[in-house]
C-alpha cells in the first residue's frame, strides 16, 4: 500500500474544500485558520511563530494553490487500485486501520466538506463506544477540529485538539478569565493565567481538556431530543445564519448537559478543573440563552458545593430541551408552508425574546 500517494490524494481534497470554502469566514476567523495550518505545514509547536515574512509567502503559495482549484472537484480515494467514493469513510477506514491509520471525512459548520489522515495512538471504549485517539496528522484542511463523531464512534484529534486548547486559552475573553484561573489553580496550581506558565503544564492541562471534548461527543451519540435528520435539514436550509448558530448551540448544549455529557462527567468526577476549564470557554449564545450555568459555577466556587452546579445543569437541559422542541415546531411549521423564509424570521425573534441583540443592535 502506498501511503504517500494516499495522503496526497487525501490532500487534494482538502485542499480543493479550502479552495471553495474559505469564504464562510470572516477575514479574522481565515487569518487564525491559516496560521494553525501554516503551524501544522510546517510541524510546529502552537506556541511556536515564525518570521512575518515567511508566513505571508506560504500564505500567498496557498491563496495562488486554492485559485488553480477553484473549479476542481473531490476525487476519489483509490487504494490497492480500487477507487472509493472521499466521503465513504467506514470502506476506507476499513483498508487504513490495519495499517494504524484513521481517515476523516464530512461536513462542518456551514456545510463545509473537510478531511484529514491521521496516525493512531490508541483504540479504547467509553460507555459502549468505540474512542480513537489519532496522533500525527498526514493530511488536513483549515479546520482545527478536536473532536467529532464518524460512524457511530468518536474520534479525538489530539494534535488538533492541543493547538485548538491553545488558542483557547491564548486568545480567551475577558469574561472567561476568572474560570480559566480557576481551572488552572485546581489542575496544575498555576497562580495566574500567564502563557509561559501554560505552556510548562500543557500536558496536564490537556489530560483534563481532553475528556471534555470526549464526552461531548458521547453526549452528542446519547442526545434523543434534537433529531439528527431535523437537525442536518435545518443547517442544511438554513447556512450562514442566525438559526445555524442556535440549532449548533442547541444541539451542543443538549450533549454536554445530558448524562453522558461532559458536565456530568465532571460533576461526577468532582473534577473541579475540568468544571472551570468548561465554564472559561463558554461562549457565543450559551452564556446569554443559559445564564443559569454562570450563577450556578458562581455559587460552587463561592461555596464549594456540587449540588448547586449539579442543579444548575439540570436546569439548563431541560431549559434547552424546551427550546429545542419550541424552535423545532416552528420549523416544521415553514415546511408545511413552503415558506422557509418565514421559519427563519419566527425562529430568529425567539432569540431576540431571549435576549439576543439583532444584528443592526
Known amino acids: 500500500m502506498n501511503i504517500d500517494r494516499i495522503t496526497r490524494q487525501i490532500q487534494h481534497n482538502c485542499d480543493v474544500s479550502d479552495a471553495q470554502h474559505a469564504g464562510i469566514y470572516s477575514i479574522c476567523g481565515l487569518?487564525?485558520?491559516?496560521?494553525?495550518?501554516?503551524?501544522?505545514?510546517?510541524?510546529?509547536?502552537?506556541?511556536?511563530?515564525?518570521?512575518?515574512?515567511?508566513?505571508?509567502?506560504?500564505?500567498?503559495?496557498?491563496?495562488?494553490?486554492?485559485?488553480?482549484?477553484?473549479?476542481?472537484?473531490?476525487g476519489p480515494i483509490t487504494i490497492d487500485r480500487k477507487k472509493i467514493d472521499a466521503f465513504d469513510t467506514e470502506?476506507?477506514?476499513?483498508?487504513?486501520?490495519p495499517h494504524g491509520l484513521f481517515y476523516g471525512a464530512g461536513y462542518?459548520?456551514?456545510?463545509?466538506?473537510?478531511?484529514?489522515?491521521?496516525?493512531?495512538?490508541?483504540?479504547?471504549?467509553?460507555?459502549?463506544?468505540?474512542?480513537?485517539?489519532?496522533?500525527?496528522?498526514?493530511?488536513?484542511?483549515?479546520?482545527t477540529l478536536p473532536a467529532f463523531t464518524q460512524d457511530g464512534q468518536v474520534v479525538l484529534r489530539t494534535e488538533a485538539a492541543i493547538m485548538f486548547l491553545w488558542d483557547q486559552m491564548a486568545y480567551i475573553q475577558n469574561s472567561g478569565r476568572a474560570a480559566l484561573?480557576?481551572?488552572?489553580?485546581?489542575?496544575?496550581?498555576?497562580?495566574?493565567?500567564?502563557?509561559?506558565?501554560?505552556?510548562?503544564?500543557?500536558?496536564?492541562?490537556f489530560r483534563v481538556q481532553q475528556m471534555a471534548y470526549i464526552r461531548h461527543e458521547l453526549g452528542e451519540l446519547d442526545e434523543q431530543v434534537f433529531d439528527l435528520e431535523t437537525w442536518r435539514h435545518m443547517l442544511s436550509d438554513f447556512p450562514?445564519?442566525?438559526?445555524?448558530?442556535?440549532?449548533?448551540?442547541?444541539?451542543?448544549?443538549?450533549?454536554?448537559?445530558?448524562?453522558?455529557?461532559?458536565?456530568?462527567?465532571f460533576i461526577t468526577q468532582h473534577n473541579r478543573a475540568g468544571l472551570g476549564f468548561y465554564m472559561a470557554f463558554s461562549s457565543?449564545?450559551?452564556?446569554?440563552?443559559?445564564?443559569?450555568?454562570?450563577?450556578?459555577?458562581?455559587?460552587?466556587?463561592?461555596?464549594?458545593e456540587w449540588h448547586a452546579i449539579a442543579s444548575a445543569v439540570e436546569t439548563v437541559h431541560q431549559?434547552?430541551?424546551?427550546?429545542?422542541?419550541?424552535?423545532?415546531?416552528?420549523?416544521?411549521?415553514?415546511?408545511?408552508?413552503?415558506?422557509?423564509?418565514?421559519?427563519?424570521?419566527?425562529?430568529?425573534e425567539t432569540l431576540y425574546e431571549r435576549g439576543v441583540p439583532k444584528k443592526d443592535e
Not at 422542541?325 to 408545511?336: I, K, M
Open 91 to 97: 470502506m476506507i477506514n476499513a483498508v487504513l486501520t
Open 319 to 348: 431549559k434547552a430541551a424546551n427550546y429545542t422542541r419550541e424552535v423545532v415546531d416552528l420549523y416544521a411549521a415553514g415546511c408545511r408552508k413552503g415558506d422557509l423564509p418565514w421559519a427563519r424570521a419566527a425562529i430568529e
Open 108 to 143: 462542518a459548520n456551514s456545510l463545509k466538506p473537510t478531511f484529514f489522515l491521521a496516525k493512531i495512538e490508541d483504540r479504547l471504549e467509553l460507555n459502549g463506544k468505540i474512542v480513537w485517539r489519532l496522533g500525527r496528522e498526514l493530511a488536513r484542511d483549515l479546520l
Open 181 to 205: 484561573a480557576f481551572a488552572l489553580v485546581a489542575c496544575c496550581n498555576l497562580p495566574d493565567t500567564n502563557l509561559k506558565g501554560i505552556r510548562r503544564h500543557l500536558d496536564a492541562i
Open 240 to 265: 450562514h445564519t442566525t438559526v445555524e448558530l442556535l440549532v449548533r448551540t442547541l444541539k451542543d448544549v443538549l450533549a454536554d448537559t445530558g448524562p453522558q455529557g461532559p458536565l456530568s462527567y
Open 31 to 74: 487569518a487564525l485558520r491559516l496560521r494553525d495550518l501554516y503551524k501544522w505545514n510546517r510541524r510546529l509547536s502552537p506556541w511556536e511563530e515564525d518570521e512575518a515574512k515567511a508566513v505571508l509567502e506560504w500564505i500567498g503559495n496557498q491563496e495562488d494553490l486554492w485559485e488553480s482549484l477553484s473549479d476542481a472537484e473531490y
Open 284 to 304: 457565543g449564545l450559551v452564556p446569554v440563552l443559559f445564564g443559569e450555568l454562570k450563577s450556578g459555577f458562581d455559587a460552587f466556587i463561592q461555596r464549594g
